[in-house]
């Protein structure tokens, strides 16, 4: 059996009013929790019950630059990799939320709007002048890339340059939707997010941003499987 779980205090609370907002699940292409069907089927069912409209949104786009940084290919071959892993998640997704109309499937290029590429202007702008954020972005990359040390021998430095633009490109499209939306927009994820961590540690970045004010990220629901 699957339970949907949440883990923080007031979560409870904030999902029972949760009625009158988007509930907007981001999906990192790859990881190995969203490409579970029984887990995915649960997550679709707590989006449509607990909010107005459910939006997961498959994060294929930016996975280029890990996997430029990793596996050391152009950018085209990272990209055609990149949506084909997002293809596979769509068409998974779309078959567990045939019985569910409030939940829609999206995909990154669906947000690319202007206000994501000012977004991502000053963020790059922010991460060249400003030692502590791109401390904290490279801080982040780093240990996500720590696993992967052994294909990135020799060339570290390089690597982490591309793979930050990850966390940019993810940056500016998670907080730039939250406008795109006539509800307030619950951002949801399982874990902590690097988004909120970056906006309560750089809140002079956030006041440069198109983002608005409901567009936190404030529930973490988990999968917790009981045997």
């Known amino acids: 059996m699957v339970t949907i779980l949440t883990r923080n205090e007031g979560d409870e609370a904030l999902i029972q009013n949760a009625s009158h907002c988007t509930g907007l699940m981001g999906l990192s292409v790859g990881k190995l929790l969203f490409q579970d069907k029984v887990a995915m089927r649960d997550y679709a069912q707590f989006l449509g019950s607990s909010f107005a409209q459910g939006i997961f949104l498959i994060a294929d786009l930016p996975k280029r630059y890990n996997i430029m940084a990793i596996d050391e290919v152009s950018e085209e071959t990272a990209q055609r990799r990149a949506l084909l892993q997002g293809d596979n998640q769509q068409r998974m997704l779309q078959k567990l ?26 963020l790059r702008a922010e991460y060249a002048k400003q030692v502590a954020f791109r401390e904290s972005v490279d801080d982040y990359v780093a240990s996500f890339m720590r696993a992967h040390e052994g294909k990135i021998a020799g060339r570290r430095a390089a690597a982490l340059a591309v793979a930050k633009e990850y966390v940019l490109d993810e940056l500016a499209l998670l907080t730039s939707l939250t406008t795109q939306f006539r ?17 309560r540690d750089h809140s002079d970045i956030e006041g ?20």
């Open 97 to 122: 939320i045939q019985s569910i109309p409030n939940v829609t499937v999206t995909r990154w290029s669906d947000f690319q709007t202007p206000s994501y590429r000012d977004n991502l202007s000053v």
């Open 208 to 227: 440069l941003l198109h983002i608005a004010p409901s567009g936190r990220l404030v529930v973490r629901p988990t999968v917790q499987s009981a045997l």
């Open 183 to 199: 509800l307030p927009v619950c951002q949801i994820y399982p874990q902590n997010s690097f988004v909120e961590d970056v906006l």
